[in-house]
């Protein structure tokens, strides 16, 4: 039986489509954020259940975005951490852009090890800004 889990990830522009690695990589690091959430009782009130769609995009393609002004985008730009995000209150879901700048992909090219640590902390980061909405623990 499979369930969706309330935080998802996709990576686009960044893997090779079919690259079994790489989608081990989503699943580890979306089964991280699950783990870390739920560690972090964001799931204790079942009627306030979060959900989040993470997308990482590298920076050329998040800064050719075309984001329907309509949706309400809205920017987080901290150190170490460019994305958008919009709301939806009514079904307490989250879709979020989080952009690897080319400095950051630079880096993970020259040691791949970096990768994974990476897209925890720009995840984690981006979580932790979207939790404050329903004023959950960070992460």
């Known amino acids: 039986m499979e369930t969706d889990l309330p935080i998802t990830l ?8 079919g690259d079994k690695s790489s989608a081990f990589l989503i ?7 699950n783990f870390k959430a739920l560690g972090a009782n964001w799931y204790s009130d079942e009627t ?5 769609d993470f997308t990482i995009l590298p920076e050329s393609q998040f800064m050719d975005l075309q984001l ?5 985008w809205i920017p987080i730009n ?3 951490l ?15 852009m989080v952009m690897l700048s080319n400095d950051e992909l630079s880096e993970a090219m020259k040691d ?3 990768v994974e640590n990476t897209f925890q902390l720009k995840l984690g980061a981006a979580a932790n800004v979207l939790a404050t909405y329903y004023h959950l623990p960070t992460l």
């Open 68 to 72: 329907d002004t309509a949706d309400n």
């Open 48 to 52: 306030l259940v979060v959900n989040i």
């Open 27 to 33: 699943s580890k690091l979306e089964a991280w954020l």
């Open 10 to 17: 996709s990576i686009k522009g960044l893997f090779e489509a």
């Open 82 to 96: 460019t994305a958008v995000y919009r709301h939806d209150m009514t079904k307490q879901h989250f879709n979020c």
């Open 78 to 80: 901290l150190p170490g």
């Open 112 to 114: 791949g090890s970096k």
